[in-house]
């Protein structure tokens, strides 16, 4: 039987994987001066000259929130994240679920409703993925100790 209120590390883990891969790719665009995502749906030339900032810069702070995530994810099972005050990092846990709670609902949503720009299924399925990988990271987070 598994028991749903012991804390586990594998979903902080596996969401700053996820993190860090989302920061590669937008590395990756940035370094191109393209808006998107590799595998996702191409941005139309229009639509990036027409965004209110530069798609390289636009790319690298997207780059930066993501290693931001991943660092806020690892911050929730290891022995240096848990010297953090607790209230303040549940605060930037809940933002940070928000944040991204958001832009995987914006997938699942337009991958298997198609009311979007043409992300796929399969980027619907990545956002659920995501979605439980962050709720499951806060659930073990608030259901660990305080002190490691």
């Known amino acids: 039987m598994v028991d749903i209120h012991r804390p586990r590390r594998w979903p902080a883990y596996a969401l700053a994987a996820l993190m860090l891969g989302y920061a590669a790719g937008k590395a990756d665009f940035a370094a191109q001066g393209r808006l998107g ?71 699942i949503l337009d991958g298997f409703v198609g009311i979007g720009i043409g992300w796929r299924w399969y980027h619907g399925v990545a956002g659920i993925v995501v979605i439980v990988l962050g709720l499951e990271t806060a659930r073990s987070y608030l259901s660990s100790p305080r002190r490691p």
């Open 37 to 107: 995502f590799p595998g996702g749906p191409p941005v139309p030339a229009a639509e990036a000259a027409g965004y209110f900032l530069d798609p390289s810069l636009a790319q690298w702070f997207a780059a930066g929130s993501g290693v931001l995530r991943a660092c806020v994810a690892l911050a929730t099972v290891t022995a240096a994240g848990r010297r953090l005050p607790r209230g303040p990092l549940l605060a930037v846990l809940a933002v940070m679920l928000l944040a991204v709670g958001g832009g995987a609902a914006i997938m």
